[in-house]
């Protein structure tokens, strides 16, 4: 069975430095991948996702996560964080959707706290 | 173009009432999948539809069920409402083309079981 795992559940930093958010899965199958951000009292919003060719995706507003098959990771990361960035983030898995609905199975959240 | 809706955005029910969620895919999606959220947690698959059929379901009871209608639009309903049921309801709709199951979500209706 597939099963996520966010191995922070709470990540404090300051303004302006580094982030990674760390992700690992478990799959028998090629898999999709995924990265959700939920602002406070809000749904789920793409933030980038790993389909196929390039390990390497990015998103619009500079996060970029790297997917590592030998590793069975996809760690997210910014290079400089802001204080509009303290949000949940979610990592996701889907199955490559050979026969199957393609449902998403949810890691727990990593709560990135921004602090100026 | 318009995204995914839901409706109500809050609800308050009392143990063993019933409830009905509404979603309305975003446009060109034919597949309604919904998850539950419960407080601190990571969304819970409850099951999807396409084309107005059950298409999987996950480790929820059948009090659980659901309808997609032909223009897509989808409905939730819970029977017999315990307090657990108390969570975030998430609605995601996915396009129609082949295997790319990149899902779109909704901004979910909270639901209150007292």
């Known amino acids: 069975a597939q099963s996520v795992t966010q191995l922070d559940s709470q990540v404090p930093v300051f303004e302006e430095a580094p982030v990674e958010l760390r992700c690992n899965y478990s799959s028998s199958v090629s898999v999709y991948l995924f990265w959700y951000v939920q602002y406070p009292n809000q749904g789920l919003q793409l933030l980038l996702k790993?389909?196929?060719?390039?390990?390497l995706v990015e998103s619009i507003n500079g996060f970029e996560a790297e997917f590592n098959k030998s590793q069975t990771s996809f760690h997210l990361r910014k290079p400089s964080v802001h204080i509009s960035d303290t949000a949940e983030y979610f990592c996701a898995v889907s199955d490559d959707g050979s026969g199957n609905t393609g449902k998403l199975i949810f890691g727990q959240g990593t709560t990135l706290q921004v602090k100026p | 173009e318009t995204g995914v809706t839901q409706s109500p955005t809050h609800l308050i029910k009392t143990r063993g009432q019933q409830v009905t969620l509404r979603c309305s895919s975003q446009s060109g999606h034919n597949t309604v999948s919904w998850y539950q959220q419960a407080l601190g947690q990571g969304p819970q698959f409850i099951f999807q539809y396409y084309r107005e059929e059950e298409n999987g379901r996950g480790n929820f009871p059948p009090r659980f069920s659901g309808l997609q209608f032909p223009n897509y639009s989808s409905e939730l309903n819970v029977n017999a409402l315990e307090l657990d049921d108390s969570a975030l309801y998430l609605c995601?709709?996915?396009?129609?083309?082949?295997?790319?199951?990149?899902?779109?979500f909704g901004p979910g209706t909270r639901l209150l079981v007292l």
């Open positions: 995601a709709s996915s396009p129609m083309s082949g295997q790319l199951k990149t899902q779109y």
């Open positions: 790993y389909l196929s060719g390039s390990t």
